[in-house]
C-alpha cells in the first residue's frame, strides 16, 4: 500500500483540487481510503429500480429484477465520454473514495514514465482469503475499457448494501472477495492514444515518440499520418508494447523489432517498463483466485496460452464469460501477455476480454452495447470465485 505517495502526488494534482479546498481534499481523501468492513448505511437512496424496458436490449442473461447493475443510478459519479482521460478517472476515483467511504480502498502502484499514478482501486473487503484482478487500457489505443471499468466499480459500491447478484446479497459477496481494479495501466499511451503529443510532459518522451514514427514510416510498418499514428498508438510513452513486456516466451516475440514503436516491440528485457513492474508486483504480491484483462476489439474472449497450468479453469471462466456478453470464446494461444504470464508461471487462471467491434479506438457510439454486455462481469467472477 502506498497511500502516502498516492496521498502527496493527489495533492499537488491541480485538476483535482479544483472544485475543493487543497486541506479537504487531503484529509478527506486520507480518512477515507481505506476499507472498514461492512457498512450498515445504505447508500441506495442514489438509486431507482429500473422497470422493465431498461433491461438490456440483447442480454443473454436472464433478467433478475433486483440485480444491481440493472438499477439506474440518480446521481452516477462516472459519466462515459468519449476519451474519458486519465484526468477524469483520477477525479472520478476520488469521488467515489468520498461516496463510499468504507467499501473502496485506494493503492497507487507506482508512476508511469511521464508522472501519472497507476491506481489499483479495491472493491470489497482487502483483507478477504479471495481476491480477483480485473485490469484494462495496458493497450493505449483501447481506452473506452476505462469508462467501462469505472462504471463497474461504482454499480458495486452503489449497490453493496442493498444490491443482490444471483439472489444472494452483494455485501455478503462484496465481504468475502476483494476484487482488485486496475482501470488504467497505461496512462501515458491512453493520453498520447487520446490527446497526441501535447498530451505527454516529458520531452525526452516526446522524441523517442518521434523517432519511433520516423523508424516504423521507414520500415513500412505504418503509412498513417503523424496524427493518425498517434491515435492508433498501443505501447507506453517509450514506445514498448506492455503486454509483451511480461516474461511469457518473451525472447520469442517479434525479435527483429528492436526500436521503440507504437506497437509489438517488447522492449530491452521482462518488466523493462514500469508499468509492467507495477502490474507484476501486484500480481505476485497477492494471491489472486482469477485475472480478467480488458482488451479491444473483436467481442471475443480467450483463455489459453501454451504451458497453462490453467488451462481448465480458464475455459470454464471463458464459458461464463460468454453467457454474459455473447462473446465468442476462441482457443488460440496468446503469446508474451499479462495473462498467458499469469497462467504459465504463477498458474492462475484469466480470460481477456476484446470488448467492440470497431477498429481501435472503438468508436464511444458503441459503448451503451459494451456496458450492457459487460456489466455484470465483476461480480459473476467474485460470485464465481466464492464457488469454485
Ligand atoms: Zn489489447
Redesign the pocket.
Given at each position: 500500500m502506498n497511500i502516502i505517495n498516492y496521498f502527496r502526488r493527489f495533492c499537488t494534482k491541480g485538476a483535482v483540487i479544483t472544485y475543493l479546498s487543497l486541506s479537504l481534499t487531503c484529509s478527506g481523501l486520507f480518512a477515507s481510503a481505506a476499507y472498514a468492513g461492512p457498512a450498515d448505511d445504505a447508500s441506495l437512496g442514489t438509486q431507482t429500480h429500473a422497470g422493465p424496458g431498461q433491461e438490456a436490449a440483447g442480454s443473454q442473461q436472464p433478467a433478475v429484477v433486483n440485480s444491481f447493475y440493472n438499477q439506474v443510478l440518480s446521481d452516477p459519479i462516472v459519466k462515459p465520454v468519449d476519451k474519458y482521460s486519465y484526468g477524469q478517472m483520477e477525479q472520478d476515483i476520488y469521488l467515489l473514495t468520498q461516496r463510499y467511504p468504507g467499501k473502496i480502498t485506494l493503492n497507487v502502484l507506482g508512476q508511469s514514465l511521464d508522472g501519472r499514478n497507476i491506481y489499483d482501486v479495491v472493491i470489497g473487503n482487502p483483507q478477504a482469503s479471495k481476491k480477483i484482478l480485473i485490469q484494462g487500457a495496458?493497450?493505449a489505443r483501447?481506452y473506452i475499457v476505462v469508462p467501462l471499468m469505472m462504471q463497474q466499480m461504482e454499480y458495486l459500491l452503489a449497490g453493496y448494501d442493498s444490491g443482490t447478484y444471483q439472489n444472494q446479497p452483494l455485501s455478503s459477496i462484496l465481504n468475502q472477495v476483494a476484487i482488485h481494479f486496475v482501470p488504467m495501466a497505461n496512462p501515458d499511451g491512453v493520453t498520447l492514444s487520446q490527446m497526441g503529443e501535447n498530451g505527454i510532459n516529458s520531452e525526452e518522451l516526446r522524441q523517442t515518440i518521434r523517432t519511433a514514427y520516423a523508424l516504423d514510416t521507414a520500415e513500412g510498418r505504418t503509412s498513417l499520418d503523424y496524427d493518425q499514428y498517434l491515435t492508433r498508438w498501443?505501447s507506453n510513452a517509450r514506445g514498448v508494447d506492455l503486454?509483451y513486456n511480461f516474461d511469457a516466451k518473451w525472447a520469442d516475440i517479434n525479435p527483429e523489432l528492436t526500436h521503440a514503436s507504437s506497437n509489438g516491440y517488447k522492449g530491452t528485457s521482462p518488466l523493462s517498463e514500469p508499468e509492467a513492474q507495477a502490474l507484476a508486483g501486484l500480481i505476485q504480491s497477492n494471491s489472486f483466485s482469477a485475472i480478467i484483462s480488458y482488451?479491444?476489439m473483436g467481442r471475443v474472449l480467450y483463455w489459453d496460452t501454451e504451458g497453462n497450468q490453467k488451462a481448465a479453469e480458464s475455459y470454464d471462466m471463458a464459458l461464463n464469460a460468454s453467457a454474459v456478453t455473447g462473446y465468442s470464446v476462441l482457443s488460440s494461444k496468446g503469446v508474451g501477455g499479462l495473462k498467458d504470464w499469469a497462467q504459465k508461471t504463477l498458474a492462475i487462471p484469466g480470460i481477456t476480454i476484446e470488448v467492440g467491434r470497431s477498429v481501435c479506438p472503438v468508436a464511444f457510439s458503441e459503448y451503451q452495447a459494451i456496458w450492457d454486455q459487460n456489466k455484470a462481469i465483476p461480480a459473476l467472477f467474485a460470485n464465481y470465485v466464492l464457488t469454485h
Open positions: 495496458i493497450h483501447e498501443k503486454n482488451h479491444a
